[in-house]
């Protein structure tokens, strides 16, 4: 028996990626237990995910959505290919390598990890390709201020930064999905729409990474814990080489008081962060005579959260997360519609173009005055051993300071997973969605008002089933 809770151990901290330590994700995601790690370790997961969107179609549209009458909106599609209201799908699948490079030096380690599953990372404009996700080394010789380089996860919101192993949920939240990981745009120029509006080429989100330097500690003191991270960034991950690439800064500050001297990701105690995303990006917008201008432009991301957790895996432990983000300038307006419906005859234009059609079409805010507001609040509780409960209610105000352009999306998403053991579980997500117009009466015209209307209410709820497996 004490064999067999070893090795189950042993595997567990392979799978959590650095379990051994107390959690913090700079630490856990960063660094190898002093003294004791191996110069290489193998490991990764697998998410085999079933979804359904529910594949509503949009009636009603005048005007410039007459061709998407009868079309089924890319919300109400399952992402990324976003051409069928169901699918099974391999969305994630990770291989990562990591330790420490002795006999160098037992301060120096290193983490590589590659995605081949398929998601919005690896896939962009009918391409898949897999592609690193991190590659990084830390450098542990300075007290209290550990150096990091390469790509891997910024610091941030504590959805986007936690392992995605370790992510209760099978999708994001509106306002991560929309405003903190769906941050850059291809290199086409981009076309102005109106006044500090812009059609842009789409891209690969940025999964929460940037490839740069981070500095970075934690310090104990009984039962409490602070941690911090600063880090300056490249403004892209490593992959992609956009119009849109500047520098960035990023830093965290964190305090937790851990119970029982709990340790791994599933850390029991209290814990508090406050987080913040300057960025500075660049926008080359087409000239009718031939060429581009290039626009230079602030962004700011921003946030608090905490976290309170009883236990893992005992009957009767208790997880309660918040967090609250904001953001102004570079909000992003994904399209609505990937193409026209069947039957229409001819062919809107979508993409960055100078009759393009604002309905299948992305569009970018980038402007400091542009603002969005979101946050989520999420709860979960093991009735049993293995039975989680779960339940999530998200918000996500887009272009707040616009009151015609002002989109609300509200999330409701209940869910229970089934651990069969730390390594391996059955996670299952009923979501209730809306989209609101808060602001009808601002959007000029009854057609525009009728078709903002109509592509709101079509939005379905969904449902996802997904298993998670650790090796």
Same mark, same amino acid.
């Given at each position: 028996?004490?064999?067999q809770?070893?090795?189950?151990?042993?595997?567990?901290?392979?799978?959590?990626?650095?379990s051994?330590?107390?959690?913090?994700?700079?630490?856990?995601?960063?660094?190898?237990?002093?003294?004791?790690a191996a110069?290489?370790?193998?490991?990764?997961f697998?998410?085999?995910?079933?979804?359904?969107?529910?594949g509503?179609?949009?009636?009603? +549209?005048?005007? *410039?959505? @007459?061709? !998407? =009458?009868?079309?089924v909106p890319?919300?109400?599609? $399952?992402?990324?290919?976003? %051409?069928?209201?169901?699918?099974?799908?391999?969305?994630?699948?990770?291989?990562?390598?990591?330790?420490?490079?002795?006999?160098?030096?037992?301060?120096?380690?290193?983490?590589?990890?590659?995605?081949?599953?398929?998601?919005?990372?690896?896939?962009?404009?009918?391409?898949?390709?897999?592609? +690193?996700?991190d *590659?990084s @080394?830390? !450098? =542990?010789?300075?007290?209290?201020?550990?150096?990091? $380089?390469?790509l891997?996860? %910024?610091?941030?919101?504590?959805?986007?930064?936690?392992?995605?192993?370790?992510f209760?949920?099978?999708n994001?939240?509106?306002?991560?999905?929309?405003?903190?990981?769906?941050q850059?745009?291809?290199?086409a120029?981009?076309?102005?729409?109106?006044?500090g509006a812009?059609?842009?080429?789409?891209a690969?989100?940025?999964?929460?990474?940037?490839?740069?330097?981070?500095?970075?500690?934690?310090f104990n003191?009984?039962?409490?814990?602070?941690?911090?991270?600063?880090?300056?960034?490249?403004?892209?991950p490593?992959?992609?080489?956009?119009?849109?690439?500047?520098?960035?800064?990023?830093?965290?500050?964190?305090e937790?008081y851990i119970?029982?001297?709990?340790?791994?990701?599933?850390?029991?105690?209290?814990?508090?962060?406050?987080?913040d995303?300057?960025?500075?990006?660049?926008?080359?917008v087409?000239?009718?005579?031939?060429?581009?201008t290039?626009?230079?432009?602030?962004?700011?991301?921003?946030?608090?959260?905490?976290?309170?957790?009883?236990?893992f895996?005992?009957?009767?432990a208790?997880?309660?997360?918040?967090?609250?983000?904001?953001?102004?300038?570079?909000?992003?307006?994904?399209?609505?519609?990937?193409?026209?419906?069947?039957?229409?005859?001819?062919?809107?234009?979508?993409?960055?173009?100078?009759?393009?059609?604002?309905?299948?079409?992305?569009?970018?805010?980038?402007?400091?005055?542009?603002?969005?507001?979101?946050?989520?609040?999420?709860?979960?509780?093991?009735?049993?051993?293995?039975?989680?409960?779960?339940a999530?209610y998200?918000?996500y105000?887009?272009?707040t300071?616009?009151?015609?352009?002002?989109r609300?999306?509200?999330?409701?998403?209940?869910?229970?997973?089934?651990?069969?053991?730390?390594?391996?579980?059955?996670?299952l997500n009923?979501?209730?969605?809306r989209?609101?117009?808060?602001?009808?009466?601002?959007?000029?015209?009854?057609?525009?008002?009728?078709?903002?209307?109509?592509?709101?209410?079509?939005?379905?709820?969904t449902i996802?089933?997904?298993t998670?497996?650790?090796?």
């Open positions: 028996m004490k064999k809770s070893l090795l189950t151990a042993a595997v567990a901290a392979a799978c959590f990626v650095g051994a330590h107390a959690t913090n994700w700079f630490q856990l995601q960063g660094t190898e237990p002093s003294g004791i110069p290489f370790h193998l490991f990764g697998i998410q085999p995910t079933y979804e359904d969107s529910g509503t179609a949009v009636t009603g +549209l005048r005007g *410039a959505g @007459v061709p !998407f =009458n009868n079309a890319k919300f109400n599609e $399952v992402a990324p290919q976003d %051409t069928s209201m169901s699918s099974f799908n391999m969305l994630r699948a990770r291989i990562a390598v990591r330790g420490t490079v002795t006999p160098i030096s037992n301060k120096i380690d290193y983490f590589i990890m590659a995605e081949f599953g398929n998601n919005s990372y690896t896939y962009d404009n009918g391409s898949y390709t897999p592609r +690193l996700t *590659a @080394v830390t !450098f =542990n010789e300075i007290p209290g201020m550990r150096v990091r $380089v390469g891997f996860k %910024t610091p941030g919101p504590e959805e986007v930064l936690q392992g995605i192993p370790d209760d949920y099978i994001f939240t509106n306002v991560s999905a929309q405003l903190i990981l769906n850059f745009i291809g290199s120029p981009a076309v102005s729409t109106g006044p812009y059609a842009v080429q789409s690969p989100i940025n999964a929460g990474r940037d490839q740069g330097v981070q500095l970075f500690d934690w003191n009984g039962p409490w814990q602070f941690a911090y991270a600063a880090m300056v960034g490249n403004g892209a490593l992959y992609y080489n956009a119009q849109s690439n500047s520098t960035s800064y990023y830093g965290r500050l964190q937790s119970f029982n001297h709990s340790k791994g990701p599933h850390q029991a105690g209290i814990t508090a962060w406050v987080w995303h300057l960025g500075h990006q660049a926008l080359d087409a000239q009718s005579g031939g060429g581009y290039r626009q230079n432009y602030t962004f700011k991301r921003y946030g608090v959260g905490a976290q309170y957790r009883s236990g895996m005992t009957p009767g208790v997880r309660v997360t918040g967090e609250l983000m904001r953001g102004t300038g570079w909000i992003l307006s994904p399209a609505a519609f990937a193409g026209a419906a069947a039957g229409y005859s001819g062919t809107p234009t979508c993409g960055p173009g100078t009759a393009s059609n604002g309905l299948c079409t992305e569009t970018l805010y980038p402007g400091a005055n542009n603002a969005a507001v979101g946050g989520y609040i999420e709860t979960g509780v093991f009735v049993t051993k293995h039975w989680d409960l779960e999530r998200d918000q105000d887009r272009m300071n616009n009151p015609g352009l002002e609300v999306f509200k999330t409701t998403t209940l869910g229970v997973q089934y651990y069969i053991s730390p390594m391996a579980r059955i996670t009923y979501a209730f969605n989209i609101d117009v808060p602001h009808l009466s601002a959007i000029n015209g009854p057609i525009a008002q009728g078709n903002a209307s109509a592509v709101a209410s079509a939005k379905d709820n996802a089933l997904q998670t497996l650790f090796f």
